[in-house]
């Protein structure tokens, strides 16, 4: 303590120069917070919608990871009514489970024949109730979007589906959907005045499956797929309501409908099956045991287990290159408060040559006079960085209350720019701590030429 308060008087002695390294030193630390709260804030809202529409971990059907996108009949599950039971009866899964759900992909093409219009679509069939459920996941407590994330369909709904905007537009459904600031294709008039009857596989589902609804003013999609014995098949869909989705290829492509309704168009007369089950935890940290676990549960040889980084790849790498970035802005900042925190004690060394001396004639070891101007810059480390911090948190707030909102590359809706300090345990206290080691090492140099300055060429200085 009483190198400290020595240290402090010695501080106060050119306040101006003081509080220039101060300031430079609270710049540098309300940088790297402010980026990093904002880095922070994106990773667990990327993290956040995985987990709501993808859950943490996905069971497979053995090599459906690497061959199922080729040959999903091949490789579809149709026990997975049983795999379910385990997975919900198991006491250790259970305490950790929050959701579990069959889901089914597809690929096919989307005919609204009414309109002329037709275009490829992706497809993903799931349970409205369960998917409601994973959709409120929030385990962080971020308010991601102002977009409502409800599919607004319920388990009753078993002919009805949900578009995105881009894809409404394509089909020329914006009238009958009542979406704003979405047009119908002029050209669509033209051509319906001038051509009679259209042929289209519409007529494919009157034997089969007959329309659901007989009324014409219900906007309705006809989907054609193939099974998974390789037949074409087609069904009739009610399209529910239109929404934003979050990429542009969600948007322009993606067709969210009742599972029964996928089995239908996939399975047909026979066996039902699903692509998967998605399974959502109450905490991303469990994820891990709950693998294991179920690595235990079910059979290597039939089945796989996958984290949602291991099927959406882009999750990881996306860590990596903000990590990075962040890596390299730090670099940045403390390289700055670095040659600051050396040029003010160099400064400080010079104006006190003479009192060195003094102070070694008397007797005063030079670990010391090395002590002395270390805890000098100890001391304006910690003042900075703790000024830093606290306008940070001070900043992080006024940004957070403002809710502005940006819209990512190859995103549909926008989303809230946030700042978040204390989402990760231990970004706040490392980034304090390490500016505070960058101070206290940057003033070693000149307090090391202190210490071994010659007593009798530092008396005689002036």
Same mark, same amino acid.
């Not at 006809?222 to 989705?245: E, I, K, Q, Y």
């Given at each position: 303590?009483?190198?400290?308060?020595?240290?402090?008087?010695?501080?106060?002695?050119?306040?101006?120069?003081?509080?220039?390294?101060?300031?430079?030193?609270?710049?540098?630390?309300?940088?790297?917070?402010?980026?990093?709260?904002?880095?922070?804030?994106?990773?667990?809202?990327?993290?956040?919608?995985?987990?709501?529409?993808?859950?943490?971990?996905?069971?497979?059907?053995?090599?459906?990871?690497?061959?199922?996108?080729?040959?999903?009949?091949?490789?579809?599950?149709?026990?997975?009514?049983?795999?379910?039971?385990?997975?919900?009866?198991?006491?250790?899964?259970?305490?950790?489970?929050?959701?579990?759900?069959?889901?089914? $992909?597809?690929?096919?093409? @989307?005919?609204? &024949?009414?309109? +002329? %219009?037709?275009?490829?679509?992706?497809?993903?069939?799931? =349970?409205?109730?369960?998917?409601?459920?994973?959709?409120?996941?929030?385990?962080?407590?971020?308010?991601?979007?102002?977009?409502?994330?409800?599919?607004?369909?319920?388990?009753?709904?078993?002919?009805?589906?949900?578009?995105?905007?881009?894809?409404?537009?394509?089909?020329?459904?914006?009238?009958?959907?009542?979406?704003?600031?979405?047009?119908?294709?002029?050209?669509?008039?033209?051509?319906?005045?001038?051509?009679?009857?259209?042929?289209?596989?519409?007529?494919?589902?009157?034997?089969?499956?007959?329309?659901?609804?007989?009324?014409?003013?219900?906007?309705?999609?006809?989907?054609?797929?193939?099974?998974?014995?390789?037949?074409?098949?087609?069904?009739? $869909?009610?399209?529910?309501? @239109?929404?934003? &989705?979050?990429? +542009? %290829?969600?948007?322009?492509?993606?067709?969210?409908?009742? =599972?029964?309704?996928?089995?239908?168009?996939?399975?047909?007369?026979?066996?039902?099956?699903?692509?998967?089950?998605?399974?959502?935890?109450?905490?991303?940290?469990?994820?891990?045991?709950?693998?294991?676990?179920?690595?235990?549960?079910?059979?290597?040889?039939?089945?796989?287990?996958?984290?949602?980084?291991?099927?959406?790849?882009?999750?990881?790498?996306?860590?990596?290159?903000?990590?990075?970035?962040?890596?390299?802005?730090?670099?940045?900042?403390?390289?700055?408060?670095?040659?600051?925190?050396?040029?003010?004690?160099?400064?400080?060394?010079?104006?006190?040559?003479?009192?060195?001396?003094?102070?070694?004639?008397?007797?005063?070891?030079?670990?010391?006079?090395?002590?002395?101007?270390?805890?000098?810059?100890?001391?304006?480390?910690?003042?900075?960085?703790?000024?830093?911090?606290? =306008?940070?948190?001070?900043?992080?707030?006024?940004?957070?209350?403002?809710?502005?909102?940006?819209?990512?590359?190859?995103?549909?809706?926008?989303?809230?720019?946030?700042?978040?300090?204390?989402?990760?345990?231990?970004?706040?206290?490392?980034?304090?701590?390490?500016?505070?080691?960058?101070?206290?090492?940057?003033?070693?140099?000149?307090?090391?030429?202190?210490?071994?300055?010659?007593?009798?060429?530092?008396?005689?200085?002036?």
């Amino acid at each position: 303590m009483r190198f400290l308060s020595i240290a402090y008087r010695n501080i106060c002695r050119n306040k101006r120069r003081s509080l220039m390294t101060v300031l430079a030193i609270a710049v540098s630390s309300v940088s790297v917070l402010l980026f990093g709260g904002n880095l922070i804030s994106i990773i667990y809202s990327l993290q956040t919608g995985y987990v709501r529409t993808a859950g943490h971990i996905h069971i497979y059907k053995r090599g459906y990871s690497r061959f199922g996108t080729a040959n999903p009949g091949a490789y579809a599950m149709t026990d997975y009514e049983r795999v379910l039971s385990i997975v919900r009866g198991d006491p250790e899964v259970k305490r950790k489970l929050r959701a579990a759900m069959p889901f089914m $992909m597809l690929q096919g093409i @989307a005919g609204n &024949f009414k309109a +002329n %219009a037709s275009q490829g679509f992706t497809g993903i069939g799931i =349970l409205p109730s369960q998917m409601t459920r994973f959709m409120t996941w929030d385990q962080y407590h971020l308010k991601v979007t102002k977009a409502d994330l409800s599919l607004g369909m319920g388990d009753q709904d078993v002919v009805d589906g949900v578009i995105g905007y881009g894809m409404a537009e394509n089909m020329k459904l914006c009238k009958e959907l009542k979406i704003e600031g979405c047009a119908d294709d002029p050209a669509m008039k033209k051509d319906n005045a001038g051509s009679g009857k259209t042929v289209d596989f519409s007529a494919l589902t009157d034997e089969d499956f007959p329309p659901e609804t007989a009324n014409a003013n219900i906007p309705r999609l006809d989907l054609l797929a193939a099974t998974s014995s390789g037949v074409p098949n087609v069904v009739t $869909m009610t399209v529910h309501n @239109a929404r934003r &989705f979050g990429s +542009n %290829a969600q948007n322009n492509g993606l067709v969210v409908m009742h =599972l029964d309704m996928a089995q239908k168009l996939i399975c047909g007369r026979g066996q039902p099956s699903v692509t998967g089950i998605m399974i959502q935890l109450n905490r991303t940290d469990d994820m891990d045991a709950v693998i294991k676990r179920l690595q235990q549960l079910l059979p290597a040889s039939d089945y796989e287990v996958k984290s949602f980084g291991e099927v959406s790849p882009m999750y990881n790498q996306t860590i990596a290159m903000f990590a990075t970035t962040f890596g390299f802005v730090a670099l940045i900042m403390g390289v700055i408060v670095l040659f600051t925190t050396i040029n003010t004690m160099s400064m400080s060394v010079m104006e006190r040559v003479s009192e060195i001396g003094t102070a070694r004639a008397l007797g005063l070891r030079r670990s010391a006079i090395m002590t002395q101007f270390v805890a000098e810059g100890f001391l304006l480390g910690v003042i900075g960085a703790t000024l830093g911090t606290v =306008l940070a948190l001070a900043a992080s707030a006024v940004i957070n209350w403002a809710e502005l909102a940006w819209t990512p590359p190859d995103y549909a809706t926008p989303v809230l720019l946030s700042v978040h300090l204390f989402l990760s345990p231990f970004f706040l206290p490392a980034c304090w701590l390490g500016l505070i080691a960058v101070t206290t090492l940057s003033s070693f140099f000149p307090a090391r030429n202190a210490a071994h300055m010659p007593i009798v060429d530092a008396l005689r200085h002036h």
